[in-house]
């Protein structure tokens, strides 16, 4: 199986996705917990990605679905069975008093061998613990189920790993809720024949979104997702460009410096991507302000620093990319969050519709602290009406006409209260170079 990508605008051959679930609505109980943006209704979520599922298709790229996957797999693989089973085993707890504590862990135990492969894919999403109260009266047995932070990320399927010039580069989630989902998706992958070629140990940190190839040279963020120990041990084991530059992520410029959110540019899809052969989408006020640590291979192989006084616009530039600007707005209605299926064509989300989402709660944030997002919401207020005025509101650019790109639009509303947009939602597998 061939797991290899050198260029982000290489034609797009396969993709793994996984459809939202049960997990989801356990994570629209308490969105903020959760890692998502805002709330959203889940039909109209799953809806959407559907549509994306559809599309892709539609674009000659190969889709598998994850829990389908692992389905197959374990129906004619033993070995991942056997490993799920495991993992759920060490999963499960119970507790009460100690003869049924006793007695359902050994039933559990003994069941497990009798369980099929989609129970078992369930409970490593759900994670689940059951609390056995006992009553008067025969089998009177309150059982209060739990769930220990169930995957409700897991359909943001690009974190998990990366796929580079050399293979899968399995990564470590910054954040403890989603650490879980590299389990399950490196189990899979490897077990469909990617090849694995680094799994980022701790004290590292990355995530599939903090990384974009681009053929001679690739581009790495370091920031609150992917920390300088991962960026390391890529550098170290997962790669072979030429050049890699790494971008340390931005402060917002219009928020205050000791109250930054790094939720709002999280990985380096969220403020910038790649269109086309030398054409590069993003926000300038980010760019311009985006660090950047050039890396070269020398004679040993190894990477070693070459300069680090430029920033991402600046580096771009002298790449001799063509930088396409998006408003605040536009990047955090996850305008760069698009997918490229080929060069100068890719899947966009149209931002016009996704801003009323976001304005009401970036408005909400507003009044509830001014002094942090106030300066913010004002820009959104100018970018919307301009946006709207000239009806350049992305991907409906002006500059995409003259570049040729092709634009499919998705309406992704609902899906996007997650914090992510297509390129986020899809893990490539395969590009052809």
């Known amino acids: 199986m061939k797991t290899r990508v050198r260029a982000e605008w290489h034609r797009l051959r396969e993709v793994v996705m996984h459809r939202p679930g049960i997990e989801m609505f356990f994570g629209l109980l308490e969105p903020y917990s959760f890692l998502y943006e805002r709330a959203f209704s889940m039909d109209d979520a799953v809806h959407e990605h559907r549509e994306l599922e559809y599309l892709l298709n539609e674009e000659g790229v190969r889709v598998r679905r994850l829990k389908r996957i692992a389905i197959e797999l374990a ?19 119970f507790e009460g008093p100690k003869a049924e504590r006793e007695r359902a862990q050994s039933a559990f135990e003994k069941n497990i061998e009798t369980m099929d492969p989609e129970t078992v894919f369930n409970i490593l999403v759900l994670k689940p613990k059951l609390v056995l109260e006992k009553r008067r009266g025969t089998r009177v047995i309150f059982p209060r189920v739990t769930l220990d932070v169930p995957l409700a990320n897991l359909f943001f399927m690009r974190d998990q790993q990366a796929v580079t010039d050399m293979g899968v580069v399995v990564g470590r989630m910054a954040k403890p809720q989603r650490r ?33 190839p681009a053929d ?8 609150d997702r992917t920390n300088s120990a991962g960026v390391k041990q890529v550098l170290e084991n997962g790669l072979d460009f030429d050049e890699v530059a790494v971008v340390h992520q931005p402060a917002h410029p219009l928020i205050p ?80 969050n698009f997918l490229c299926v080929r060069d100068r064509r890719i899947i966009a989300i149209e ?9 009401r709660n970036l408005g909400a944030q507003a009044s509830g602290n001014p002094g942090r997002y106030g300066a913010l919401w004002e820009q959104a207020k100018q970018d919307r009406r301009r946006l709207t005025e000239t009806g350049q509101f992305f991907p409906r650019k ?11 639009p998705i309406t992704l509303q609902e899906i996007t209260g997650g914090y992510g947009g297509a390129h986020c939602m899809t893990a490539t597998i395969d590009r052809a170079e």
């Open 180 to 212: 879980m989902e590299t389990v399950v998706t490196a189990t899979i992958l490897e077990l469909m024949g990617a090849e694995i070629v680094h799994s980022i140990r701790s004290p590292g940190t990355f995530e599939g979104g903090d990384f974009l």
């Open 398 to 408: 002006k500059e995409f006409q003259d570049l040729g790109i092709e634009t499919v």
């Open 351 to 359: 931002t016009d519709i996704v801003a009323e989402k976001v304005m």
């Open 75 to 93: 129906k004619g693989e033993n070995t991942l069975l056997e490993q799920s089973r495991r993992l759920a085993l060490g999963i499960v707890r």
């Open 216 to 223: 001679t040279f690739a581009m790495v963020g370091q920031g």
């Open 257 to 336: 410096g000791n109250q930054r959110d790094p939720m709002i540019n999280m990985h380096l899809d969220t403020y910038v991507n790649i269109a086309g052969e030398g054409i590069a989408v993003g926000c300038e006020p980010l760019l311009k302000r985006a660090r950047v640590e050039v890396y070269r291979k020398n004679a040993a192989g190894r990477y070693t620093l070459r300069r680090s006084s430029e920033n991402l616009h600046e580096y771009l530039k002298k790449k001799k990319f063509v930088i396409v600007p998006i408003t605040t707005l536009e990047q955090m209605c996850y305008a760069s």
